[in-house]
Structure formats: C-alpha cells, structure tokens
C-alpha cells in the first residue's frame, strides 16, 4: 500500500467528492481524518472506508471556521502530528 502510515484529513468528507477521495486514501493505507460539518454524512464515508477495510476517524470540524482549523479540532488528540495529504475542496 502506497500510502501505509501515512496521514491524511480530509475537509469535506461527508459530501461526495471529499467522501470519493477519502475512500480513495483509506484503500491506499492512510490514516484517514474525515472532517465536515454534518457529522452524519462524514459518519456515511466512515461506514464506507471500515466496510473496505480501511480505517478512519471522525471529527465535526467546518472548514470556513479558521479558528477550528488553526487550532486543530479534534483531529490531533489521536497523536498523529504529522498529515502528508490535506485535501479540500475549497
């Protein structure tokens, strides 16, 4: 796997896009961050990524509110410090 260990937040997880680019990362062996507004459409993308096999997190995190993103919302409390991959569509 091509990304194996890798780290990789994804904004915008729960719409189609970012959801097709998640399950995309998930399946190339990325730790997976989905963020997005409607926790249920992100939680959607996460059913699709454990039902392949992959792995992923989930976070409520707007990606217009630069204050959640700055100070990392959620998605440093795993431990991972370090993302190759940040993808969105903004």
Known sequence: MILQDKNAIVYGAGGSLGGEVALALAVA???VFLTGRNIS????TANKILAAGGGA???EVDAFDEKAINSGKGCTKSGY???IVQCSRS
């Open 29 to 31: 062996g990325a730790n």
């Open 57 to 59: 997190e989930v976070y």
């Open 41 to 44: 459409s992100v939680q959607k």
């Open 81 to 83: 410090s370090r993302y």
